[in-house]
């Protein structure tokens, strides 16, 4: 089969979702531009209405009550009861989805998030199609909702998560380990003495990125603060996603920090503030991760959101390319405790390294155009 067209689905604008949907149309332009690539919304396809109820209501759990998140996130008692439910929501979502796939037609279709494969999975086993369907899970531990024997194919990040999946009616040979697809950029090495004189930083000195995710979520105000009164030297790069409150907060806050400290918002060019980046605090999203692997840096968690974040947060401390901070006082001694100790950040680095797959992106968009 020669493939002509590919659709892409995702949900959220700005999620690790469309991140890794991007990174992996990027990647196709690269190879052959002759294939015609569609990436798509879901959510917002379907209906916009339907995208913000949906946005609206996991922001509210996982703010107000993270344990809900928790209990239902992967529950097999969940998964079993809302089976007849999910199967009932995707026959009243599928139509508009289903139009585009008949009018697109596309050879290959990539789901970066369940609820569109779910959808698709559907469609197929309705109507027999042999469209190709592909999996793409942006996170290091699969869920349920996953698990369909209408998909052709897992792009799974690692052997940890392989094995996880073949436990379930997976066939073994359905399931790669290729890593979560980053921007092909992550591939590359970039002037780290450019990096610090555009960004004015002290190259002598060990760099701190502190993110949030897209969205600036974490307690990054908090977390700031903490860190501002640790007697160790170091810098800090702050990203506040799309989080304007938190970055005018921060900015207003600036002239009184003792430490170097550089603020920004959304940004396209993480990969080189990863490459200066001695250590990153974050939340553990998944393609957060896979960018910090991508470059050798180690991870230090706090916060990370119930349910995939949690995951994340284990496979990473298993692996040693993490610690986990229980607050920001905690925080504190472990960052002292690393800049204390430089060596425990070359360990850990090195594992990162080995951890890290750079070229998931263009792995994967090698392996799509040559499916048979």
Known sequence: MSIRRMLFLYISVGSGHQQAADAIVKAINQLNPQIQTLSVNSFNYISPLLEKIVNSIYMAIIKATPEVWDYLYDNPKIVGKTAEVRKFINKINSPGLIRLVEEFNPDVIVCTQAFPSGIISAYKEKTNSDISLVAVPTDYIVHSYWVSNKIDLYIVPSEDTKNILTHSIIPEEKI??????????????????????????????????????????????????????????????????????????????????????????????????????????????????????????????????????EK???????????????????????IKDLFSHPEKIKEMRQKATVLGKPNAAINIANLLINLK
């Open 176 to 309: 790669l380990p290729y890593g979560i697809p980053i921007n092909p950029l992550f591939r590359l090495k970039h002037d780290k003495a450019k990096i610090f004189r555009e960004l004015n930083l002290n190259p002598d000195l060990p760099v701190l990125l502190v993110m949030g995710g897209s969205q600036g979520l974490g307690r990054l105000y908090k977390i700031t603060m903490h860190l501002e009164k640790i007697d160790v030297p170091f810098q800090i790069i702050i990203v506040t996603g799309t989080n304007g409150f938190l970055r005018e907060r921060l900015e207003r806050r600036q002239p009184h920090f003792r430490k170097v400290t550089k603020i920004f918002g959304y940004v396209t060019n993480i990969y080189e503030l990863m490459e200066i980046s001695t250590l990153i605090i974050t939340k553990a999203g998944g393609l957060t991760v896979a960018e910090s692997l991508a470059k050798g840096v180690p991870l230090v968690i706090i916060n990370p959101i119930p349910g995939q974040e």
């Open 312 to 334: 994340n947060t284990q496979f990473l401390l298993r692996e040693g390319v993490a610690l986990r901070a229980e607050n920001a006082k905690h925080l504190n001694s472990l």
